[in-house]
């Protein structure tokens, strides 16, 4: 069993941002196709803020929900469009599932983790199958549900949702866009990756990584 702390969650927001700047040509690559090439930019802007703001807190006097909070309003102060709102969501889910905890076992990582999802799929009212984020991020989140529900542990439920992640994410190329900016490309949207389902992909394995190793 896994025991997450404040600390460790702190140490999580830096290895998203630090994965996020590595990415970030790439993402905006794929954006540059079917949108407007600065999702790479705004996701390790996001990130990088959520990152400081939680390293500035002292973690022995921090709860996981106030640090999930503080790194949702920072990101949503620097993103203030499309992905900003989505990541922030997101975030204040995590934190409100795990609401009175001190440390996190891997029921509440993978609660924590299901929230982010569900989150991100309310605030973007997206539905599978119509080439956005939620095609990496509603997979994955099942995935881990399932996995633990299974017996599996924290690792092996954090690495079938990153593996979920990346075949939800390399299935939008076969999409044709229906939400977003995308969506007035239509069929020239085909063949192409969703940047967001991309990054999705980014976040998962960098909380893969950082929760688990």
Avoid at 151 to 161: E, F, H, I, P, T
Avoid at 162 to 189: D, F, I, N
């Amino acid at each position: 069993m896994t025991t997450i702390d404040t600390a460790r969650l702190v140490t999580m927001f830096a290895a998203i941002a630090n994965s996020m700047s590595a990415d970030r040509d790439r993402l905006c690559a794929l954006d540059g196709v079917i949108g407007d090439a600065d999702h790479g930019i705004a996701m390790e802007l996001g990130f990088f803020a959520a990152r400081d703001a939680v390293a500035g807190l002292d973690t022995a006097a921090t709860d996981p929900t106030t640090l999930l909070n503080t790194a949702a309003k920072s990101f949503l102060n620097a993103v203030g469009a499309s992905s900003g709102p989505l990541y922030a969501t997101a975030l204040m889910r995590a934190a409100a599932a795990v609401k009175g905890k001190t440390a996190l076992d891997d029921a509440d990582v993978v609660a924590l983790f299901q929230a982010m999802a569900k989150g991100i799929q309310d605030r973007g009212k997206a539905e599978l199958g119509e080439k956005t984020m939620i095609d990496a991020w509603a997979p994955a989140g099942q995935a881990a549900g399932e996995a633990l529900a299974s017996g599996k542990d924290l690792a092996a439920s954090l690495k079938a949702a990153a593996q979920a992640a990346e075949t939800g994410a390399e299935a939008t190329k076969a999409m044709v866009a229906t939400k977003g900016r995308a969506s007035r490309l239509g069929e020239r949207s085909l063949g192409h990756m969703d940047p967001g389902a991309a990054s999705a992909v980014t976040v998962i394995e960098a909380m893969r990584t950082a929760l688990t190793d």
